[in-house]
């Protein structure tokens, strides 16, 4: 997050040397007391949370759509829930209301090209998954990574606005582990990362 360009699929690619953005004063390091927080250091403060990143997929008329998140969570037990955070702008997020179901494919390490690929903007819809390995979930048929951690399929249980983003609220309808014993991609300040070990 940090001083990069605005992703509304985060998480975004890393800045190039020639980035607008890099010209920026740094932000602050905390806010003025009775000031509006300044949006620069609210990219800097969220972005210190670490997260892992997945794919959330759907498929719209016979047509794959996927996209980049880091931002998702598990909601709830009982029933089971989880969620994802949709830009309203994005091509995607009206792609995935339509539909009403999709899939999330938590990623390894080794598939941070994936992830910087479909946090694209302006990328081909045509093709976009074509050189991953992917398979169908069984019960939405929408296209789960086989390489991913672990893998979800949901039906839309509930969307809350949110300022310039969508909350989607998922009922899960099935659950697997394709890859148990890999190391997950993280994102954190901005940058992708390893697991120390």
Do not use: K
Not at 46 to 70: E, K, S
């Amino acid at each position: 997050m940090s001083t990069e360009p605005p992703c509304t699929e985060p998480p975004c690619p890393e800045p190039l040397a020639t980035d607008p953005f890099a010209a920026e004063p740094p932000s602050p390091r905390s806010s003025v007391p009775g000031a509006a927080p300044d949006p620069r250091l609210f990219r800097r403060v969220v972005g210190r949370f670490a997260t892992g990143v997945a794919i959330v997929t759907t498929v719209d008329d016979g047509v794959d759509h996927a996209m980049t998140v880091n931002a998702f969570t598990s909601v709830s037990l009982d029933p089971l829930l989880v969620m994802f955070c949709a830009e309203r702008t994005a091509r995607f997020h009206d792609t995935v209301l339509a539909s009403g179901t999709w899939a999330v494919s938590v990623l390894p390490d080794g598939l941070r090209a994936a992830s910087e690929h479909l946090a694209t903007r302006g990328r081909p819809i045509a093709g976009q998954l074509d050189g991953y390995r992917v398979h169908r979930g069984p019960v939405t048929g929408a296209p789960v990574l086989s390489e991913a951690l672990a893998a979800v399929e949901c039906r839309t249980h509930a969307v809350h606005p949110a300022g310039d983003h969508s909350i989607v609220v998922g009922e899960v309808l099935s659950l697997d582990v394709p890859n148990p014993d890999a190391e997950p991609l993280i994102f954190h300040d901005g940058r992708y990362r390893r697991i120390a070990r």
